[in-house]
């Protein structure tokens, strides 16, 4: 097992995404909102990047980890056809989601994890503003 663990390597991508928001609970009124959130609770964009590491054990024949052709693919149909130059509230697969980085990275996770093509997903990272950054290693971490 430890001599197994050794081979595996982690392999990150990264994605560009433009996209507006607006944090807000549905359940709170205007006024807590903008509390709560201060200056983003009013509609915003962001230039977003979207960082996804896979990791896997190279395959022998091709010294390759992660077939980085079917992931690219993954990662276009699944996230970035759905969010790039979309207000988020409206993408069907953040539905109920609150859009904060944090929220943003485990939706994502949750979209991406079933049916990887290649590689076992270790992270996904939410770059939102050169300040901002979140991480998400999945549910059993």
């Not at 903008?34 to 990791?55: I, Q, S």
């Not at 980085?68 to 996230?79: I, K």
């Amino acid at each position: 097992m430890a001599g197994e663990m050794s081979r595996t390597v982690e392999i990150t991508r990264v994605y560009h995404f433009s996209a507006a928001h607006q944090l807000a609970n549905p359940a709170l009124p205007a006024a807590d909102n903008a509390a709560l959130y201060g200056a983003c609770h009013r509609p915003h964009g962001h230039n977003y990047y979207l960082e996804v590491t896979v990791a896997g054990a190279p395959d022998a024949r091709t010294g390759m980890a992660v077939d980085l052709e079917a992931l690219d693919g993954h990662v276009q149909q699944r996230v970035l056809d759905q969010v790039d130059h979309a207000k988020l509230e409206e993408v069907t697969t953040l539905a109920g989601v609150i859009t904060t980085g944090e929220s943003l990275a485990r939706a994502f996770w949750r979209t991406l994890a079933p049916g990887l093509p290649t590689g076992r997903l270790s992270r996904i990272t939410v770059v939102e503003t050169a300040k901002n950054r979140f991480e998400y290693r999945g549910e059993d971490a």
